[in-house]
């Protein structure tokens, strides 16, 4: 079973900029599509961006243009670089399969935007 370990969260000022990494456990990460997914006080939890297992990317139209999301598949890491931050960007953010796995979601990491 796949096991999910996110970090690089932190406070940052509207504008500002973080990178968030995750680290899977697991010798099959490279067949896997990923997928980063935020989860914001009082919602529900959503789907932010995701990468295919070949490298290709889709995005959530609220954060399309800002935020990138990458791989290194010898490192079985995935990454999501988020730029020009918003308020509204707060939230704890979890990486997990593609469709996601029910049963691998990690603890997440706390971004917290505001000035």
């Known amino acids: 079973q796949v096991q999910f370990v996110e970090s690089g969260g932190g406070l940052v000022q509207p504008g500002g900029s973080l990178r968030l990494s995750c680290a899977a456990s697991?010798?099959?990460?490279?067949?896997?599509?990923m997928g980063w997914y935020r989860q914001a006080p009082g919602k529900q939890r959503e789907y932010v961006a995701g990468?295919?297992?070949?490298?290709?990317?889709h995005y959530a139209d609220s954060v399309k243009g800002r935020f990138t999301i990458s791989r290194d598949n010898a490192k079985n890491t995935v990454y999501l670089q988020m730029n020009s931050l918003k308020p509204e960007d707060t939230a704890v953010y979890y990486c997990n399969a593609d469709p996601f796995l029910s049963t691998s979601w990690g603890q997440g990491t706390q971004v917290t935007v505001s000035s």
């Open positions: 697991g010798s099959i990460f490279s067949l896997y599509d």
């Open positions: 990468i295919s297992s070949v490298g290709g990317t």
